[in-house]
């Protein structure tokens, strides 16, 4: 029911949906084809980001673009959203902290919601939102989407304390540190976007910015679908495309 929704008039939300990747694990389908366009059950991926962010009543997306960007913009064009999406095209890859900094008056004083559009994710993206403004941790910045992996050696490991807050990030270890794994969706307040500002060597957000942060992210997690549909399965098939 509408309870559920955030007043927009109360919180500023803005989103950065990932879209620039190029995609060479999922080549050849990548080579004529951009990733974040590739279809879930006859959908395009960025289609179904598309529709969360306007389930929840954001009104403001970036998407930025590089690989078939044309295709890309195709897109964003036949469809009548009724969000105001801006596009940021990369010619060289900017890295995500890089397109956050690129973008910084878009994103000024807003509460980020950062997504890679290459993932599917299906979740209460409400519950998500709710838990970030209303009850992390004191203290905390962020807030980190977690999910069960079958493949802690290949995803980000992230081991939390009791009040789910990450004490460790293990980037694709060859030592397991458990199966919960970060699913790249985030919500961002102003001061991370302030100290990426601030560092222009910064670039890569898992590697160089998390890290920095570590002991104020908050973890929410996502108990329904979360899956990188970056790589094909031994036969040459999206692993996801209906598949159990």
Not at 55 to 67: S, W
Not at 178 to 191: F, K, M, Q, R, W
Request: proline share 4%.
């Amino acid at each position: 029911g509408s309870n559920t929704l955030i007043s927009r008039k109360t919180f500023k939300i803005r989103a950065l949906l990932l879209a620039a990747g190029i995609g060479s694990r999922l080549k050849p389908l990548t080579d004529h084809w951009p990733k974040c366009l590739m279809p879930i059950k006859g959908y395009p991926l960025l289609g179904y980001w598309l529709e969360i962010l306007e389930n929840q009543n954001v009104d403001h997306a970036m998407v930025n673009l590089h690989h078939h960007h044309s295709l890309v913009e195709d897109f964003i064009y036949q469809d009548n959203w009724s969000i105001k999406i801006n596009k940021s095209l990369e010619r060289e890859l900017l890295g995500t902290a890089g397109t956050l900094r690129a973008n910084y008056d878009y994103f000024n004083n807003s509460t980020i919601l950062l997504a890679h559009v290459d993932n599917w994710s299906l979740c209460d993206f409400g519950a998500f939102i709710r838990y970030h403004l209303f009850q992390k941790p004191e203290g905390c910045c962020m807030t980190m989407m977690t999910f069960m992996t079958p493949n802690p050696k290949s995803s980000g490991i992230v081991v939390t304390n009791d009040q789910g807050i990450v004490q460790e990030f293990h980037e694709k270890s060859n030592k397991p540190h458990g199966n919960t794994a970060n699913a790249a969706v985030y919500l961002i307040e102003p001061e991370v976007l302030e100290w990426i500002n601030q560092r222009d060597q910064i670039n890569d957000f898992s590697t160089e910015v998390i890290p920095a942060f570590k002991g104020r992210i908050a973890t929410c997690h996502n108990s329904i679908i979360h899956r990188d549909i970056g790589s094909l399965d031994e036969d040459g098939y999206l692993t996801i495309l209906d598949r159990k």
